[in-house]
């Protein structure tokens, strides 16, 4: 006892090598004490030396098969190691012993969730809260097992709880918020994760999965609050002002938008898909010249050439230079002959000014080029 409450005392100074030489000379006072074998292999996990603490751990079940730490402790040590098949043996091992400790029940469980085990990590979760009614990761792992099972009401049902235990668990909220969108009830998904941000909020992910719900489900104004809130956090670069320009576009607040999007080129002129959205935003608010200006500003290496083109043909032909339009198309073809895009604008352009064999010319010596592209086939029928 004297010589381990020295290595205890080294231990908690940090000098491991110390408290391993002293537990060394307690064993060989007292060879066969499981607990003396159990402390050393303590220790030498604390200094990532992993397999000597099996060893030592193996030794101290074989010295006394009752004792219980040194199941939960192997039970541990394999889980971490993905052995989850081999730790669910000790652990079991382990709450047999002492049924009391909430410990042993909840790593089980967490290995059994993810051998899949899901039926026994329900039952020994529900063992674990009739010993504590208050255990708070009790009722957390059941609400991720049932989640797991795709048993989402149940799992909501168990969070719940959780949060209730513990209103500050954060992560309990973020995994109910996700079941009530696995549910479909996406109101109570938004306010949940609504529920997460805070002037002091660091949870980034939490706000950008708050922000792409909210735009999934259309609500544009919100969305715009919090992604103004991001920017004024310091978590918003250009991805999130990107999608305030796209969606003041999509509230038609076309000036709105030109500013983001102008802004946004000031800090990077090359960003050809931001020009590309900010000449969209001038032709839908009736700027038709500042419109063309922006997309012949993209280069044709850009992957929004394309999308330029097309739209500066259907500016021409608003214009009435129809022909110009047509010219123009003509000869991005001739420079990219493998953009399929290119040949619909064109022949849709033809169907527009009323020359339907002219598309259908062009769609069918397209079709040469573009083997089973069903768009193709569907335009030419």
């Known amino acids: 006892m004297y010589l381990y409450s020295r290595a205890r005392l080294a231990e908690l100074e940090g000098d491991y090598p110390s408290a391993l030489n002293i537990l060394r000379d307690a064993i060989e006072l007292d060879p066969d004490s499981a607990f003396l074998h159990t402390s050393l292999a303590e220790v030498k996990l604390k200094i990532g030396q992993v397999q000597e603490a099996l060893e030592y751990i193996n030794k101290a079940i074989k010295l006394d098969p009752s004792y219980r730490a040194p199941y939960l402790m192997s039970g541990s040590v394999l889980a971490a190691s993905g052995k989850d098949s081999e730790a669910v043996v000790q652990l079991r091992k382990a709450v047999e012993l002492d049924p009391t400790k909430e410990e042993a029940y909840l790593q089980l469980a967490v290995s059994l969730t993810r051998m899949f085990e899901y039926e026994e990590a329900v039952s020994t979760?529900?063992?674990?809260?009739?010993?504590?009614?208050?255990?708070?990761?009790g009722y957390y792992y059941?609400?991720?097992?049932?989640?797991?099972m795709k048993l989402y009401r149940e799992a909501v049902g168990y969070f719940s709880k959780t949060l209730e235990l513990r209103p500050d668990f954060e992560q309990a909220s973020i995994d109910m918020a996700a079941a009530y969108e696995a549910l479909g009830d996406y109101d109570k998904a938004i306010e949940t994760y609504k529920g997460l941000i805070g002037e002091e909020d660091s949870k980034v992910a939490v706000l950008q999965r708050l922000i792409q719900l909210l735009i999934q489900q259309r609500?544009?104004?919100?969305?715009?609050?919090?992604?103004?809130?991001?920017?004024?956090?310091?978590?918003?670069?250009?991805?999130?002002?990107?999608?305030?320009?796209?969606?003041h576009m999509e509230l038609d607040q076309f000036d709105e938008a030109v500013k983001v999007f102008s802004a946004m080129?000031?800090?990077?002129?090359?960003?050809?898909?931001?020009?590309?959205?900010?000449?969209?935003?001038?032709?839908?608010?009736?700027?038709?010249?500042?419109?063309?200006?922006?997309?012949?500003?993209?280069?044709?290496?850009?992957?929004?050439?394309?999308?330029?083109?097309?739209?500066?043909?259907?500016?021409?032909?608003e214009q009435g230079k129809p022909e110009l339009a047509i010219a123009s198309l003509k000869t991005a073809i001739a420079d990219n002959p493998r953009q399929l895009?290119?040949?619909?604008?064109?022949?849709?352009?033809?169907e527009a000014l009323d020359k339907p064999d002219d598309a259908l010319a062009l769609l069918l010596d397209a079709e040469k080029r573009f083997e089973g592209e069903t768009r193709l086939q569907f335009r030419i029928g």
């Open 265 to 317: 080129l000031e800090k990077d002129p090359a960003a050809y898909q931001v020009r590309l959205y900010l000449g969209m935003a001038y032709e839908e608010n009736g700027d038709i010249d500042s419109a063309s200006a922006e997309f012949k500003k993209i280069p044709q290496d850009s992957d929004s050439y394309i999308d330029a083109i097309g739209h500066i043909a259907f500016i021409l032909k």
């Open 142 to 148: 059941l609400g991720k097992a049932y989640g797991q």
């Open 219 to 247: 609500r544009y104004n919100d969305a715009l609050e919090y992604l103004q809130f991001a920017v004024d956090s310091g978590y918003g670069g250009q991805e999130t002002m990107r999608k305030i320009g796209l969606i």
């Open 341 to 350: 895009e290119l040949y619909l604008n064109l022949s849709s352009l033809y």
């Open 125 to 137: 979760l529900k063992a674990l809260i009739k010993i504590n009614n208050e255990s708070v990761l």
